[in-house]
Nanobody
């Protein structure tokens, strides 16, 4: 079993920044890639960013590339999502998730490849 707990969401004005955190427990955190996904009202959950198990590579959705940064601290069992230059269209519930496969060579963007999810944290960007 894996427990993932997100924090850091909130209300921010357009152009502002937030940092989301996701703390993991219950499984060897450092063996698995971690991803961030988001779901806006009335829309499907979508991929945002992912980081390889060792932090050596990252992958971003085109919509956030250049504005968001994902990174991890395996010693703290935590993955982060630094969000800058936020836009109203970034408003959503943000979820972190753990890869179902250990030591994957290439990070996955498909949410079907992630089998543990946090409860989500709300991010609201006002215009």
């Amino acid at each position: 079993q894996v427990q993932l707990v997100e924090s850091g969401g909130g209300l921010v004005q357009a152009g502002g920044s937030l940092r989301l955190s996701c703390a993991g427990a219950g499984r060897s955190f450092m063996r698995y890639a971690m991803g961030w996904f988001r779901q806006a009202p009335g829309k499907e959950r979508e991929f945002v960013a992912a980081v390889k198990w060792d932090g050596g590579s990252t992958y971003y959705a085109d919509s956030v590339k250049g504005r968001f940064t994902i990174f991890r601290e395996n010693a703290k069992n935590t993955v982060y999502l630094q969000m800058n230059s936020l836009k109203p269209e970034d408003t959503a519930v943000y979820y972190c998730a753990a890869d179902k496969v250990s030591f994957r060579a290439v990070v996955a963007a498909d949410l079907e490849e992630y089998n543990y999810w946090g409860q989500g944290t709300q991010v609201t960007v006002s215009s």
